[in-house]
């Protein structure tokens, strides 16, 4: 190989500055491995391709565990159970991944078929409108339906006598109250009859007078 | 291949060493381009094995060299902070070396190593690097340039052309 640099044209100062990166390069400390280092990586290396299959498709059915203890049982001086627990340990941690994945995927899953049984729950509610003042609370699909229907043609007449009654008690009331009694009865002693019975017709009872 | 590495693996070694700027780093690299030239020996035509174990190894430093770049959590000016206080006249000449060659991008160092060290010739650093000659000249005058600014500012050789 030719010389083909040397200071010829340069100036002072390059050619310090030459001179001293040879003279520091070469005064650089020098600690290689022996050539039986290299090869034995060497070896690794080319071993290490064919062992990687071996390796994948061990730990591929599961043995990652066992495969990386073999591998280190048997290294003692060869390269390729390196490899072999290089892709055993790699295999592990996929394995790892995908089961925590599927654990999430799991969990998550686990969480939507839970709306399906609010919607049962929450259409309950949607009826429960109309007989909202009735407060029973767990049999509401079943029951609260039909005692509504009476409620509402009692509530204008006899509305004020028991609005705040529970369901079962409207049902007696407006059959008897209302329509069949133009007579005050003892019982509507805060109602007075003036609509009905004006004092003098003759419908009035006797001794009995509306203090309206 | 025992002899060839026997031969040049010194050479190699302090070729990385000086684009690296890092001892160990250098030896791992150093074996490493024995291994490729190991399996790329049926590919090797047998001439100039000096040449093809410095392409090699120029570019395993310069492609190493790029990777840590990108993976370096801590900027380099930070970790030679002792180095700052000491004046360059108190280097010893590997020093100096890391002193005037950490300006440089490990493509610039390689140049520099390769041509003032390994006394490549141009057209050779071309092939080895795989770019044009003008563009190794090119480079090679500004990474002289960056050297000679910071030996000019740091007053670096007085003494040492006086002695």
Redesign the interface.
Known sequence: ?????GFEGMS???Q???T??????????????G?A???T??AA??VGAAAGAAAAGAAGAGGAGAGGAGGAGAGAGASAPIHLIIGAIAAAAVATAVAVALILLHLTGGHQPLPPKPTPHVTAPAPAPSPSPSPAPTPKPTTTPAPPAPVPSAAPTAAPISPPGPTPAPTPVPTTAPPTSPIPTPTPTPRCPRPIAPVGTGGEQPGFKCPL | MRLLYEQESEAVFRTICAIVLDRATAQDLTQEVFIRALRSWDGFDGRNAHGWLLKIGSNLAISHYRSEKRHRAVPPWLLITRRRDQSPEEFDDKDLVSWLMRPLNADQRARVVLHYYNQSPRSDIADMLGIPIGTVGSRLNKAMELMRQRAEVANAFPSRSAS
């Open positions: 190989m030719s010389t083909p640099q002072e100062l390059d310090q500055i030459v001293a990166l040879r003279d520091g390069i070469e005064a650089t400390p020098v600690a290689l491995p050539f280092a290299v090869l990586a060497a290396v080319g």
